[in-house]
């Protein structure tokens, strides 16, 4: 009888509690019964060939891990330059408003008063788009990354642990 692996691992946000769940997400990996591997567990793995099998997958595993960490920081560190584009932005455009209620104040010929005020119209429609747009790209996208940061932090520490427990136990197979 053919005998198969299974891992567990945090991988969705249970959105009602705001907190992270366990859901069981199956890699299948060499053959054995069907097992949920725990530290505790690792005991019921008899030769090397296994022990190695479990250790090259979860060493990929945790490289996965690692690459999408790091292209999370980066996008994070990407998200506060778009944010200081659109505050330079919004400064340019709050100075372009000053200027065009000065202008205002000067004008007296009906024409160019209703020009310079449509003028100013497109510009503080401008403005409010600009506050919406960085209220936008700091809230919900840095929120969403947090949590998705925090997620990858937990696989990799559960990753860290298989790997210690497998080493362990290729360590006590080699020595009995």
Do not use: C
């Not at 479990?54 to 595993?61: C, D, T």
């Amino acid at each position: 009888m053919k005998k198969k692996f299974i891992f567990f691992h945090p991988h969705t946000i249970n959105k009602k509690a705001d907190r992270f769940t366990y859901k069981s997400a199956p890699w299948q990996v060499g053959v054995t019964s069907k097992v949920k591997i725990t530290n505790m567990e690792l005991s019921i793995l008899s030769k090397e060939s296994e022990v190695d099998n479990l250790l090259k997958f979860a060493n990929e595993r945790k490289d996965d891990l690692d690459f999408r960490r790091i292209v999370l920081i980066r996008e994070k560190k990407d998200m506060s330059g778009t944010v200081t584009d659109i505050d330079t932005e919004l400064i340019k455009v709050n100075a372009k408003l000053t200027a065009s209620n000065a202008i205002l104040g000067v004008l007296t010929n009906s024409d160019d008063v209703r020009d310079e005020t449509l003028k100013k119209e497109r510009l503080d429609v401008r403005r409010k788009g600009l506050e919406n747009r960085r209220e936008d790209a700091n809230v919900e996208a840095l929120v969403m990354l947090e949590f998705e940061m925090e997620e990858i932090a937990i696989r990799i520490t559960k990753t860290d642990e298989l790997i210690a427990g497998l080493n362990t136990r290729k360590t006590e197979i080699l020595a009995g």
